[in-house]
């Protein structure tokens, strides 16, 4: 059972093309919201984060028991993976073998797509240790790829509700888990309101990708999968 902590809610909105502007009764400013959050996970807590397509609950992807207070915030099955989240193209490669060209991942990231490959032997090892394959984003978000840039290391990410429940795209709406979390960076409400999150495509055989979760961006995704770079979907069973 995961305590109770003193939660710190820090209000960053709206987002303007060059990264936040942020209004809060107590003047914090877009870098002492990223010092506060960074913090927090530095010291193996769990928050709450905007991302371009619902809200997400992130934590160290290196630390073993973030990892497990995140599935416990959610009750999430423990069979269930957690994708990673990272701040630049180039981070992917670290953490994931990656088979297509980085024109590709270029083309698809920042945005709203979770990619999947088969992870590096650098990643956690009890992070999805049922698997062999990983998920990344980079989320189209500033405050996001910033956060993951200043952390220096990957983020867990999921989405900011109990396992099964709606998916949310303002922060009251996940308010019963407030309390476990360290801190709740609201972004104001997310422009994308069907709630469906990031389209996640598996590319970890060559040439050829499944769509494993439909999300917000299947035909554009597809699109460049297809049109742009050749690959045909893979219609065997996982």
């Not at 476990?180 to 409400?189: F, H, N």
């Not at 990031?198 to 297809?226: H, M, N, Q, W």
Request: proline content about 5%.
């Amino acid at each position: 059972m995961c305590k109770e902590l003193k939660t710190k809610l820090l209000r960053l909105f709206p987002q303007s093309s060059n990264g936040p502007i942020v209004q809060h009764e107590n003047k914090t400013d877009g870098a002492e919201i990223l010092r506060c959050t960074v913090k927090a996970l530095k010291e193996g807590h769990v928050v709450a984060v905007p991302t371009d397509t619902i809200y997400g609950l992130a934590c160290l992807a290196q630390n073993s028991e973030a990892i497990r207070k995140t599935y416990d915030i959610k009750g999430r099955n423990g069979q269930k993976p957690l994708a990673i989240c990272v701040g630049e193209i180039q981070d992917i490669y670290k953490y994931c073998k990656v088979k297509v060209k980085k024109e590709l991942l270029g083309d698809l990231l920042p945005g709203p797509v979770t990619l999947v490959f088969e992870r590096s032997e650098i990643l956690n090892t009890e992070l999805n240790p049922f698997t062999s394959l990983v998920g990344v984003r980079i989320p189209d978000h500033a405050f996001m790829r910033r956060l993951c840039q200043m952390c220096g290391e990957p983020l867990a990410l999921t989405s900011a509700n109990i396992s099964s429940h709606t998916s949310t795209v303002a922060v009251h709406e996940f308010e019963e888990l407030w309390p476990k979390l360290a801190v709740v960076v609201d972004g104001g409400p997310i422009g994308d309101q069907s709630r469906l999150g990031s389209t996640v495509v598996d590319l970890s055989v060559l040439g050829k990708y499944r769509i494993i979760r439909p999300g917000c961006a299947l035909s554009a995704t597809v699109d460049v999968l297809e049109h742009k770079y050749g690959l045909s979907e893979d219609s065997a069973e996982a």
